[in-house]
């Protein structure tokens, strides 16, 4: 290839088509004879159901159904704990509960009729604070007590390694729950064909596991249900397999044998979607003087909500994943997962490292303080290297965490900054950093984490890709598009990546875990590599040579020698054109050899580690408490950067998401009633608050990895909250614990200091 | 499998949606935007377009693009011949000649805007009559002149072998062209999307013949068209390449940028569909005494109209097809294929067939009589069987023809009716038989002939097929969904058939040459076989048991010991779930062992022909000259039948074809306009012409087809014409040679008939 199809930034392949408006998501399809769903929501954190009368909305011009929890299939869907009904039956547990559904012709008329369905309720104590959870006495949230999970880890001899610390310190850090923040909110079109079969058209991470939920909630076989993915406007996790209103949407459409489409608005996207999973996390660490880390205690308190879906698995990366950036061989970690009468909280960008990073940064930056060190090289002496295997048995493959370090501390003048005399003045100014580290793959459902890819090269030599992996935006099929036309040989604007569709795609677990580079990426080299020695050896067929000799470049079959050649269109139609010929059409299959996590929670569950160091620069008023983030620079160990500017993009995204969970999204509660459930007031850090973001990438080579890459940039939502914390500490002396970074907190804190101070 | 899924009579899997009326045709589909076009046609046989002026078409409120031939790609697309532009340039060359579009917001603002635009045509002298097309002076349709194609076939040595004829019969027989009369007529929806790719969904056999049709025509690169296939009603052969109307709202798609949908009326059908080629057949024909064909000469002269299409291939069918299903050896056969300025011709159930067919029974009957034999015994002297070779190389596997010849004779009674005493009144009865013979599979289109099939299996142990091969309402995907279920060992209502796709499904010709059961259905074959030999190669590894003593039956896993079992299902889970599993994705290839015509039409094209008799009793009206079918039955040599109901539908579907032909249906011509477009004038038979069909099933056992099977039914679209015009002499004693046969032909037989016995 003349230009390499791979580490050149690259817009998406389906940037031309959003940046039109003529991308089609899932709120934009329409099926003749279609109709519109509207939810009604529990105005009660907990209550019982006593009746519900829904003749006046069912007697409304236009209605054509009106669904409630007597109606939905007697089974409980889950991901793991099977505890959810389509609808609501009996009992409504959090405040925005999916009670009844309205379908109608129009979606004013559904609204319309959502007002007049009277619910009687009986309301019941709700348990609200975790804290509680698992005191005697406490509304139970489910049958069984409100201990959802449970986790115990111990690794070496933690009390004898305390006892050989040169220093201790012990805190206690809370983090929240942050909404997924997505472009486009839920939306769902689903019908029952003449076939009798179930099409849906839902945004998804994952068309496979979205057919898997579906399947078991309304209890059909699932080849009976085809799911196809339009354009997803992104997902954070929000969008994998706890999502509720697509089931419902799905059930509707059973309901009434014609298409129905549900579209969350806003409002009812906040009051359903799928949280981050809030933690207190205690933290207790033992270091030697010189910095090395001996010892861990950890406890941790994780709050689900009313349903458990995925918090579990997102609880247990909170409690270990961090252990594996670093040398430390004696920890013991307690987690509990309990519900609480709010919202379902689960999978969320990061899945629970960033809870962790920013307890254990945040304790790294203090320690370091009393150590007298600086914090860089305390990361820098406790981390974990390629060729380690890490605490809990983890591979360490390529590890480029000293190199992202360096890259961070010298882009902000870490030296400098820090050192700095600090200003007296209103103004503040301080410097922070935070390290992390993220899976790339992880072998989870069902012990596989595969994934396979077919492609197909037609008689142009063109390529179609399907795959069951998905792109919500992240860019994976430009990269899936650029590791074909690499591997293969041809341009990458050849190369189409047909939409996710459980009939037609192959079997793929989708888009989770950094997976889909590291995962789907191996299957696509496998797969143009299958094409391309398809195609060689047809071309030595035809042209009467070796295929050794010959390479598929730019689109063209050479002979080295140059004296045998051929366009690729021409040798494709010779591959179908013959006796015993057939289109090319050829798979390819990868499950990296992972292991995974055993009773004990050991084994290398990913092909691959990720990690990422940020630097960030803060101001600080000391006379409002608003915090600013002047600079930050983030660099990012991906291996080789497929596509640089989808890192980059991807990367700054997610130190946004960081800078918003930090700094501004806070969800305020009124017995168990979100009541900043809008934009307005539930703040995602908009354009002002947001500087320019320095994204930077070490470049390393991942020997498991497609072309050397692994996942990049989802490690890079995690180092943001501690550093920003960090840097808040460095310019004015306060440490805050519990997230978000409030004025009010900051000015507190900045109050105990004075009042501290003169005592 | 307790019950079989093949040879039982069993509704088509797409039945229901049918029946519902939920089955989406292509102009059952919208789109968000879309505009709709209606087409401008010639009013002239041959003219030069002197002016076209749009501007008070352009200026309609509504209307968003008038599209003449000055604005489609400067290029000629056709099958062979390069012959056509988008719409016409310059010259229209038959009345209906496409030259203007409208693409407007509603299809009546569409209408309205026809009539406004003007265009000033030059009118030239017509060439319509195809036996004065060889003419000097006449008008030419093309430069270059108007002879199309030519073929000549000699075989052995006929001038001696008529010497050495007891009996030789020549005689002229003319045939008409016939409307394929689908229910569906053509529409097309077609879109440029937000990639920039045009995508389209058309009524047609083919989606990758329609794809490179568009490439062609469009001028752009295969890989950036998608053909889907939605339902299709219908195709006898018109929509396989040659049609016109789908490049045309492709065309409008990408000058409008919005989607376009195009239906065409039935009138619209009518003057732009696909006709069959009307043939004059001069055939001469010498017998030793005891009715062994000794000698054949024959010359053809075919009308392809204005453009040549398939119409080539088609007239090679009718010149040499038929020579195969008798053990001749001395044939010479000269046939023209000639423009007119009339509507183009092409392929049509039975592929030319019909033509042939018409003339060699009715001829056969002739001599039968003049030998003083029984025209069946004279089909069962000359009939070739199985291993025999026929005189163009045609190797003959299964061969049931005497047994259909008994078969239908038994069943109508033919001994007893043949040699009744004639009755003299008013109306009289006579039976006639014929008998046919067809391909399973033709290798053409690149010397190959193949047919892939993907299947997958989900986790619930169903499966999904892709198949490039379309169902056009002939049972194809049923066909498949048996084989699939029969091989794998899965419930037939377990398999659901993918709508063919050019993204998605695996490169396939698509059905024409009744090669689907035969050539689809062994790639069928073959991809069940892996897919079951891949499921119980995981059960073995599960179970702990070999391969080789497992069943799959009814979707359970059994040892033949009965100490192994499984459900499938769980065998699918597991051939995922666990280190390097993936989902069950199989394919399977088939491209029969044939051999393609050579320079001199020798070879061995199809890997099976299938062969057909009719036996029919007529009644004459002497004093209307109507011809009315009293009974018919029909005997189909099938092999195997995968399904009988499939079988007898498609049977009778062409035997009422083949009745209209010969009866019904007649073009009427005004200085090359088509007077009688429409299905009140132009006279379809309709269920008061139709007796009950007998319909009847040889089953054989075809080597080369899937379980058996080879092409079915499309053969009994061949004898029907002579076994009429047979029974009509049987009956009055008037031969008719050319079709149609009307009550004027009829009476003016019987006229000259008396005038004869009174001279």
């Given at each position: 290839m003349?230009t390499s199809a791979i580490g050149q930034?690259r ?468 990269m899936?598009?650029q590791i074909?036309a690499e591997t293969?040989?041809?341009?990458v ?28 990426g ?118 080789v950067a497929i596509n640089p ?61 497609p072309l050397g890459a ?50």
């Amino acid at each position: 290839m003349e230009t390499s199809a791979i580490g050149q930034a690259r817009p998406q392949i389906n940037a031309r088509e959003k940046v039109l408006g003529r991308a089609r998501y899932a709120g934009d399809l329409k099926l003749a004879g279609m109709l519109h769903a509207r939810l009604l929501r529990a105005p009660h954190a907990h209550a019982r159901i006593v009746s519900v009368d829904t003749s006046a909305a069912r007697a409304l011009a236009g209605v054509r159904a009106v669904a409630t929890g007597a109606d939905v299939p007697d089974r409980r869907w889950g991901v793991g704990h099977k505890q959810q009904h389509v609808l609501a039956r009996g009992v409504v547990r959090f405040v925005g509960e999916e009670v009844a559904a309205v379908v109608a012709e129009t979606p004013e008329i559904a609204e319309e009729a959502l007002d007049l369905i009277r619910v009687e309720y009986e309301e019941l104590a709700p348990l609200l604070d975790p804290a509680l959870s698992l005191d005697p006495g406490v509304p139970q949230v489910h049958e069984g007590g409100n201990l959802s999970e449970e986790i115990n880890i111990d690794r070496g001899d933690v009390d004898a390694a305390f006892a050989g610390a040169d220093l201790i310190h012990e805190e206690t850090y809370t983090t929240h729950s942050q909404y997924p923040g997505y472009m486009e909110p839920m939306a769902t079109l689903a019908e029952v064909d003449g076939a009798g079969r179930l099409n849906v058209w839902t945004s998804t991470q994952s068309v496979f596991l979205a057919r898997q939920r579906l399947a078991e909630a309304l209890d059909r076989p699932i080849s009976s249900i085809r799911v196809i993915q339009p354009t997803v406007g992104g997902g954070f996790g929000g969008k994998i397999i706890e999502e509720r209103s697509s089931v419902i949407a799905a059930f509707l459409a059973t309901l009434v044998d014609r298409p129905v489409r549900l579209g969350l608005s806003r409002l009812d996207d906040i009051l359903s979607g799928c949280f981050s999973v809030p933690a207190t996390i205690r933290l207790k660490m033992g270091m030697t003087r010189d910095g090395t880390i001996v010892a861990k205690e950890v406890d941790i308190l994780a709050d689900c909500g009313a349903y458990a879906g995925l918090a579990g698995e997102v609880m247990t990366v909170t409690a270990m994943r961090s252990d594996n950036m670093q040398r430390i061989r004696n920890i013991r970690t307690r987690a509990r997962l309990v519900y609480t009468h709010t919202m379902p909280r689960g999978a969320f960008r990061g899945f629970g490292g960033a809870q962790m990073s920013f307890a254990l940064n945040s304790h790294m930056a203090t320690m370091a303080e009393m150590l007298g060190l600086d914090v860089i090289e305390l990361h820098r002496k406790n981390a974990i290297g390629p060729g380690e295997t890490s605490v809990h048995d983890w591979k360490i493959g390529s590890c480029e965490l000293p190199a992202c370090l360096d890259q961070v501390s010298e882009a902000i003048g870490w030296g400098e900054k820090r050192s700095r005399a600090k200003a007296g003045g209103v103004l503040r100014r301080g410097v922070g950093m935070a390290a992390a580290m993220h899976v790339s793959g992880n072998r989870t459902i069902g012990n596989w984490d595969g994934s396979t890819i077919l492609l197909k090269v037609n008689e142009d030599g063109r390529a179609v890709v399907h795959t069951g992996e998905s792109d919500m935006g992240q860019g994976a099929f430009t990269m899936l598009a650029q590791i074909c036309a690499e591997t293969l040989g041809i341009p990458v604007a050849h190369v189409t990546v047909a939409a996710p569709d459980t009939d037609n795609s192959p079997y793929c677990i989708g888009t989770l875990a950094s997976r889909v580079t590291i995962n789907g990426g191996m299957a696509m080299v496998k797969a143009a590599e299958e094409a391309r020695a398809t195609i060689l050896a047809a071309a030595a067929a035809k042209l009467g040579c070796d295929a050794e000799d010959l390479a598929l470049v730019d689109g063209v079959i050479r002979s080295a020698d140059g004296a045998h050649t051929a366009p690729l269109a021409e040798i494709c139609r010779y591959h179908i054109y013959r006796h015993g010929g057939e289109g090319i059409y050829v798979k390819g299959s990868h499950d990296p050899q992972t292991v995974r996590f055993d009773g004990d929670f050991r084994g290398n569950i990913a092909p691959a580690y990720s990690f990422a160091a940020q630097a960030v620069e803060v101001e600080v008023d000391t006379e409002t408490g608003q915090v600013r983030l002047v600079e930050t620079y983030l660099s990012d160990d991906c291996g080789v950067a497929i596509n640089p500017l989808a890192v980059h993009g991807q990367s700054n995204g997610a130190a946004v998401q960081a800078l918003g969970w930090t700094l501004y999204e806070e969800l305020h509660f009124e017995g168990g009633r979100v009541i900043n459930g809008n934009l307005a007031d539930y703040t995602m850090a908009t354009a002002d608050a947001v500087p320019m973001m320095h994204s930077m990438i070490v470049e390393g080579y991942e020997p498991n990895g497609p072309l050397g890459a692994k996942g990049a940039s989802e490690t890079a939502i995690l180092p943001g909250a501690a550093a920003i914390a960090n840097a808040v500490y460095d310019a004015i002396g306060v440490r805050i614990t519990d997230l978000p970074i409030t004025p009010e907190k900051i000015l507190a804190g900045l109050a105990e200091l004075e009042e501290a101070s003169l005592a």
